[in-house]
Every structure is written in structure tokens, then in C-alpha cells.
């Protein structure tokens, strides 16, 4: 059975910046894509960011420039560096494994940036 865990989250200021990171494991097949999704209080889950196996990269506008999104394809792991956090980043951040035309979430973790 394929399981997805995240790591990482935290309270930090404005400014400061967070480390995610997430595993993958229990499947036989290899990954595809891998990335992150957030949630914020009262909001729908968005889109943050993604790379695929071949290390291609994709960010939503308003992380660009400042989040990046690294991938482990032996340990089948994903990272997101989070550098200047804003507190409208705060939510429940969601990492996803693509295996065999499935997607398999994480249970989230908590980012707080306070202003």
C-alpha cells in the first residue's frame, strides 16, 4: 500500500522560510509526478507546485521566484523550500505521488507565517 508523508511545517515570521519535504512509499512502480497542493482556512485546495520524474518544474505565479521545488527519485522523495514567506502563505500544505495514473496523497502539514 502506497504511503505519502509530509515533514517540515512549522510557525515561522514573515521572511523567513521552511523546508517540506515528503516521501513516498510501499509501491512497486515507479513514480511520476510528485509536487505540493495548500489549503488555507476557507479556501479550495490550490495548486503550488510540481516536477515531473525528468526534473521539469511548474509553480503557481504567486510562489514563483521565491519557493523551489526539488526531487530524490532514489529515496522517492520531494522538497519545497519555502524563502520569503508571507503570512497569506499560511495553510495546510499537501504533497501528492502520481503512480500509474493514480494520485496518492499526504495527510498535509501545518505552515503559519506570521506578519
Known amino acids: 500500500q502506497v504511503q505519502v508523508v509530509e515533514s517540515g511545517g512549522g510557525l515561522v515570521q514573515a521572511g523567513g522560510s521552511l523546508r517540506l519535504t515528503c516521501a513516498a512509499s510501499g509501491s512497486r512502480f515507479s513514480i511520476n509526478s510528485m509536487g505540493w497542493y495548500r489549503q488555507a482556512p476557507g479556501k479550495q485546495r490550490e495548486f503550488v507546485a510540481t516536477i515531473t520524474e525528468n526534473d521539469r518544474t511548474n509553480y503557481v505565479d504567486s510562489v514563483k521566484g521565491r519557493f523551489t521545488i526539488s526531487r530524490d527519485n532514489a529515496k522517492n522523495a520531494v522538497d519545497l523550500q519555502m524563502n520569503s514567506l508571507k503570512p497569506e502563505d499560511t495553510a495546510v500544505y499537501y504533497c501528492?505521488?502520481?503512480?500509474?495514473?493514480?494520485?496518492?496523497w499526504g495527510q498535509g502539514t501545518q505552515v503559519t507565517v506570521s506578519s
Open positions: 501528492y505521488a502520481d503512480i500509474r495514473y493514480t494520485r496518492y
